[in-house]
Nanobody, 121 residues
Framework: QVQLVESGGGLVKSGGSLRLSCAASRRTFSTYAMGWFRQAPGKEREFVGAISRSGGSTYYADSMKGRFTISRDNAKNTVDLQMNSLKPEDTAVYYC??????????????WGQGTQVTVSS
């Protein structure tokens, strides 16, 4: 089992910023790379980006490059997603999960509840 709790979502205007946080169990966080995913209503989950186990490498989907930044704090067992220049098309429920590698975005555990991000136009 992978224990995950996402937080930090909310309603923002176009062009605004949000910082999401994901808390994982110490066992999960110490073992795996961590990824962010999102799902809009009626759509499949899509990969946002990921960070390596050490935090030394990151990978982002093309639509997120230059706007989103992933970081992790191994002492606190948390991974954050800083989102800038938000657009209405970023509206979705955002999830985190463990992954084997940052470029192999296959989730390894069960999904948490996610956190809702809504961007108004």
């Amino acid at each position: 089992q992978v224990q995950l709790v996402e937080s930090g979502g909310g309603l923002v205007k176009s062009g605004g910023s949000l910082r999401l946080s994901c808390a994982a169990s110490r066992r999960t966080f110490s073992t795996y790379a961590m990824g962010w995913f999102r799902q809009a209503p009626g759509k499949e989950r899509e990969f946002v980006g990921a960070i390596s186990r050490s935090g030394g490498s990151t990978y982002y989907a093309d639509s997120m490059k230059g706007r989103f930044t992933i970081s992790r704090d191994n002492a606190k067992n948390t991974v954050d997603l800083q989102m800038n220049s938000l657009k209405p098309e970023d509206t979705a429920v955002y999830y985190c999960n463990a992954v084997f590698a940052i470029s192999m975005a296959t989730p390894l555990g069960s999904w948490g509840q996610g956190t809702q991000v809504t961007v108004s136009s």
